[in-house]
């Protein structure tokens, strides 16, 4: 999502009124070239907001909410729901905290404890969030809201990204906080979001035995088919070039 220039610098103004573009450029770490040309061209990208206002010690989200595309960031911000939650958990975080379940033991004997969860977001998060939230229907009122092809959405799905304005609509279209797929995509943290302190382990810990290692087994499965498309497509690759050596 592009957010216009004039708007970008009402906001900077408040945040550094003394600051000049060499300033902000040095401080948050963006080319001046960049910003120069996004300025110039009237339109500033949402991970320049952000990279500037984290360099200001602003909160990145109430720095986007300043903007009328993303006003529904204005709080109070629900919580993310518990399957959010999980699904924010890697694929080896999920296996490694099934595997120290007493269940997997058949003396039932406690098992050592797993590693801290990895930060957010995860090779999957993206796919895991949508496919959390997903009814059934929320592909096509996403396509409906848009206007963008459900090709194009699952092109992005099945690539691990998702432009912010798509998870906005996203978390619209499902009836959830606006913050889980930004998170989900990577463009904020999970702190600057105000997910509570340890929120997923908390999920994590909530889930029985059975739920678990039925969703560790479903992202094995996932994982397995992308594993064997880049086998074949590897193989594939290999015998064009055997045929054209």
Known sequence: MILPAKAFQRWLQGIAPDASTADVCRVSGIKRTTLAQQLVRGKVSVTTVVSIARAYSVNPVAALAYFDDYRELAGPLPPPT????IS?????????????????????????????????????????????????????????????APQNYSAQLTAN?????????????????????????????????????????????????????????????ALGKVLRRQEQDQAQTEKIWENLG
């Open 88 to 148: 924010q958990i890697s694929t080896p975080d999920l296996l490694q905290a099934a595997l120290a379940r007493p269940a997997m033991d058949p003396a039932g004997r406690p098992r050592p404890q797993p590693p801290a969860l990895s930060p957010a977001p995860h090779a999957t998060s993206v796919k895991n969030w949508v496919d959390a939230i997903d009814d059934g229907e929320v592909r096509h009122r996403v396509s409906a809201a848009t206007g963008v």
């Open 82 to 85: 518990r399957c959010e939650l």
């Open 161 to 221: 990204r998702l432009s912010p304005e798509l998870a906005l609509a996203t978390s619209r279209a499902a009836g959830v906080g606006p913050t889980g797929g930004l998170v989900a995509t990577g463009l904020i943290t999970e702190e600057e979001a105000g997910w509570p302190p340890g929120a997923r382990q908390a999920a994590l810990d909530s889930m029985s035995d059975g739920d678990l290692t039925t969703l560790a087994g479903d992202r094995l499965q």
